[in-house]
């Protein structure tokens, strides 16, 4: 069982993020946190597409270069889920400066108070 977490160590890795990352989303009572949160569980996953695609002693998938090719869908999945995940940062970014403008606070716990005394 060690020996196959320490040869595939890039997956304990991805876990880990996933982990931090949904701890962090939903522990953390500030929004700003779980944005953060929400990135690094993103993270996880894009490590984990990319370590599932490793081919030992792959080549890029050139036709001049010798087989084994390296499947590029992985890859381009994860460039594509790179801007989407960029896109998403800046939405929810954009709702956190709206909600503390309009309500003073970014904090779960006070915002509910401030909504329930409305």
């Known amino acids: 069982m060690i020996d196959l977490l320490v040869t595939r160590d890039y997956y304990v890795a991805a ?3 996933l982990g931090i990352g949904t701890y962090v989303m939903i522990a953390a009572g500030n929004f ?3 944005v953060i949160g929400m990135n690094i569980f993103q ?3 894009f490590l984990f597409f990319i370590a599932s695609a490793y081919l030992d002693g ?4 050139v036709l001049t270069d010798i087989a084994p090719y390296v499947s590029p ?3 381009v999945l994860i460039l594509t889920a790179i801007v989407v995940g960029v896109a998403l940062t800046a939405v929810a970014l954009g709702m956190i400066v709206r909600i503390y403008a309009e309500y003073g606070t970014l904090t779960e716990d006070t915002l509910k ?3 329930d005394s409305e």
């Not at 792959?58 to 998938?61: I, L």
């Open 15 to 17: 876990f880990l993020l």
């Open 43 to 45: 993270t996880g996953i």
């Open 32 to 34: 700003v946190k779980k």
């Open 73 to 75: 869908l992985p890859h």
């Open 113 to 115: 108070e401030v909504r």
């Open 58 to 61: 792959g080549s890029p998938p």
